[in-house]
């Protein structure tokens, strides 16, 4: 069974600063993966997304990832954060049998804390 | 309204309680997803349904009941709950099931069962 690691469950970063969050996942093909954000009260919202091609993706709000085959690994990054990316965020890998996806495997999240 | 409402938005009941949630999605979508997120677990997918007919059922146990009379409705009757199936219940839609059909989530039911 496929499933997603989030090693760090909360990340201090000031202002400003650089941000990688770290997703490794296991699963035998090539998977489908996302990040998602969720901020508090809210649901997720999705960051983006890697399907096939090139592996840097770009998605909204300045965030980036890339999917390194070798290591199993889809990390998040973001040059510069601000205070309003204080967040939950979700890595998740989609398993496509070709007869119908089984849904979204999470991660148990990582939890973003910005310093001014 | 738009994109992916759920309702109430908090829920308490006791374990002798009958009560469903309601996801409604006004995205045109044909597939509809209930999600269980617990404090320091993962998110759990429940069930899926595609064009109203449920495709996955991720060994929920029964006194969770799911509805899908429409493409743009999603309930979860709920019935002899225990405690620790207090959590926030997110509900998701998208165009399909296919892998590359975006999920939109809604805001959720927290729900506390005493």
């Known amino acids: 069974a496929q499933s997603v690691t989030q090693p760090d469950i909360h990340i201090t970063v000031s202002e400003g600063a650089s941000l990688e969050l770290r997703c490794n996942y296991s699963?035998?093909?090539?998977?489908?993966l996302f990040w998602y954000v969720q901020s508090p009260g809210q649901g997720l919202q999705l960051l983006l997304k890697?399907?096939?091609?090139?592996?840097l993706v770009q998605g909204i709000k300045g965030f980036e990832a890339e999917f390194k085959r070798s290591q199993s690994s889809f990390n998040l990054r973001k040059p510069s954060v601000h205070w309003s990316d204080a967040a939950e965020y979700f890595c998740?890998?989609?398993?496509?049998?070709?007869?119908?996806?089984?849904?979204?495997?999470f991660g148990k999240g990582t939890h973003l804390i910005i310093q001014p | 309204e738009t994109g992916v409402t759920q309702t109430p938005r908090h829920l308490v009941m006791g374990m002798t309680n009958k009560k469903s949630l309601k996801c409604e999605q006004h995205?045109?979508?044909?597939?509809m997803y209930w999600y269980k997120q617990s404090a320091k677990k993962p998110l759990e997918l429940m069930f899926v349904?595609?064009?109203?007919?449920?495709?996955e059922n991720n060994s929920v146990p029964s006194r969770f009941s799911p509805e899908c009379p429409n493409s743009s409705h999603l309930f979860l009757h709920l019935h002899t709950l225990q405690p620790e199936d207090s959590a926030l219940y997110l509900c998701?839609?998208?165009?399909?099931?296919?892998?590359?059909?975006?999920?939109?989530f809604g805001p959720g039911t927290r729900l506390t069962v005493l």
């Open positions: 890697y399907f096939s091609g090139d592996t």
């Open positions: 699963y035998g093909a090539t998977p489908y």
């Open positions: 998740a890998v989609l398993m496509y049998s070709g007869g119908g996806a089984d849904g979204l495997t």
């Open positions: 998701a839609s998208s165009q399909g099931t296919s892998g590359t059909n975006e999920q939109f």
């Open positions: 995205l045109g979508h044909n597939a």
């Open positions: 349904y595609n064009f109203k007919e449920q495709t």
